[in-house]
């Protein structure tokens, strides 16, 4: 099928990134390449315990590059972590930034890094295209297969003041480079797999269904929805398998690299409002609010949830689409349920009372702006009412 | 040739950095090179902060001031976002601001770009400090800018006063010393059987020493030589003082004795107010009989060389020094002297004149002189002391002022 539109203009941004085994080992030499003098080296407690952080922070040294650890990083970064970072980082007197981690940490020094840069706090950067001066060399070293905020142009914080997390949609805060290492993600537990592996799945779906898709986010896109069925259960059971630990994080970046450039859509949005209010667990919202999602959107793009069907390694031709809607659920959900991840948001702690406000702030999230379809926000409300 | 593995080493080299894996597979960056320049800035930055000088960086079309160094912080006594915050008129006085507005809209093409304006710059607390304003125009990326260098005058006109006054003075100095030597006589009187000269060289512009003849009737000579303590403006005055005193009284008294008496009276109160005093010794010669009378306060005696062999002889006459005592007597002495006697009236600027190991000229070095010249004129034993002290104490300049008169009779 032939579409004008497959070539309406679209841009694509990516860092330079490494992938391979013992990536994490060049944070030294680029660390040295990019002029840094003092990095200062944003992680969480979790991956310094792991082990990951010390294994970048010997690189930096046998490169002769001073280093300042900020490890105060919680899940869904809070805007008072990345503001105490950036004091931290001028108090220190560092000049470039080393992210070892997960989305959380990677989002928290890009945060640091504006911050520093633009003099301003992090909550005024909310938006897209709001930060006006790039970040000091930012090197992300990821050690999670989902969040791909290595790649990607977005950092989420949660501003706590106001119980929501909110998106820095910026080229501005794309890192430097990537050096994005499988062996990484070997020390991930099988909830966080899972959590991280379904958060990268969400994140191809929405890129492809996404209206700033292009050809090459679609390219991505399906190959990591493949990469992701194929390879998340085999993660889970042998967490030590390089290999499948290899074609999940392939699968994290090809996720990152579609929908950092094609955006999201009312899953994100959804998941952003309620990691905000009640600080859930990103991966596990995404994952719960998927199918319903999916059913939302399914008839403004059933085509392209079909060819989704067809990455997922369903049989599609010939099918109906209803069909193909339900079997595609269904493939979800079996994959979620065998994953170990929670099937309602009841289970993790939300009540009905918390929809209104969880809905009005989905509808203003910027993920929503690129959904296949507009929502209203009683449509939110429904959406998360199935949900729960 | 190298060898198999050699070539395999190098296509693996190769290979790793057409992936970007090499050591210096870099990716376009500007950041160290951002970095590199923005450390040469902020040394420069450092360099301008240093100066003693207020540097402003003045962006022409709004007349604000857009960077300032931190002396001028530092000297105006306002923060950087102050005086960044504040119009050019807060700081310049309109006179100073319209000079400054003229050369921006005259235009780097046109004037010489170049402007040194002498004027007060207001400090945030208030005060005005003076300074000399330096203006020149600079365009960066088509835009004009003003870099004004304020240099503090505070110092400089402290020090062109200073200098002004120490002109003035100078030249009130040089006028009083013209007025005291115009005080010394002219040249020394004619009289009968001697022949006479005086010389008083002031250490200073002015001194305090002072010599005088007064001629009475029957061929009588007075001589008079005194050394007010000092040799500053004061003494200067009162040696001036003395003289009109003398004059006036000169011829009221005959005696030796009774004049100084008269003349410690007369002065008593302005010396001891002043804190000054006089030594002075008086003669009177009287000329057919070869008598000289002498009368001493306090002053070095009188020296009399009758010829080369014998030596000399110290006049000594008892005499306090003028100022110490209201009511003095003076002994009154007389000596008869004889063709080739010579006499010699001095103050202690010669005989205290020292040398560089600290020893005084003295009494008989300057008697050995008077002995030898027995043959010559006075005025070339004055010269010859003169030359005589200046040798001895290694040096022209005199820390005392040095006065002579020397009589010979023929």
New interface residues.
Partial sequence: MMELDEFELRKFVAPEFVFGFDARKLAGRYAKNFGARKVLVVTDPGVRAAGWADDVIACLQSEGVEHAVYDAVTSNPKAGEVESGAEFYQREGCNAIVAVGGGSPMDCAKGIGIVCSNRKSVVAFEGVDQVELPSPPLICVPTTAGSSADVSQFAIINDTLKRTKFAIISKMVVPDVALIDPVTTTTMKAELTASTGVDALCHAIEAFVSTAHSPITDLHALQAITLVTSNLLGAIREPDNLVLRGRMMLASLEAGLAFSNASLGAVHAMAHSLGGLLDCDHGACNAILLPFVIAFNFEAAPNRYVEIGRAMGLETGGVAPAKAHAAIRAQLTRLTRAAGLSSTLGQLGVSRDDIPGLAERAICDPCIFTNPRQPSKQEIEAIYEQAI | MSKPSDAEELWRAQREKII??G??S??K?Y???L??KLDELERFRALLDQSNDCIFLIQAATLSFIDVNDSACRQLGCSREQILSLPLAHFLPEEALARVAALVYSGPGEGRGQATITTQLSCCAGAALPVEITLRLVTFNKILYGVAVARDLTERNRAETALLENSRMLRDMELARQIQLSLLPTAPPLLPGVVLAGSCIPATHVGGDYYDFYRRGGDVLDLVIADVAGHSIGAALMAAEVRSVLHAEVHSFHSTGEILGALNAILYEDLSQAGLCITLAYLKYDAPTRTLTYSNAGHPPVLISRNSKTPCRELDAEGLILGVRQEVLFEEKQVRLQSGNLVMLYTDGITEAQNEAGELFGCARLCAILRSMHGCQPEEIIAKVHSKVAEFTGSCTMVDDVTMVVLKVI
């Fill in positions: 970007g894996l050591e210096r870099l990716r960056t950041y160290p090179e970095q590199q």
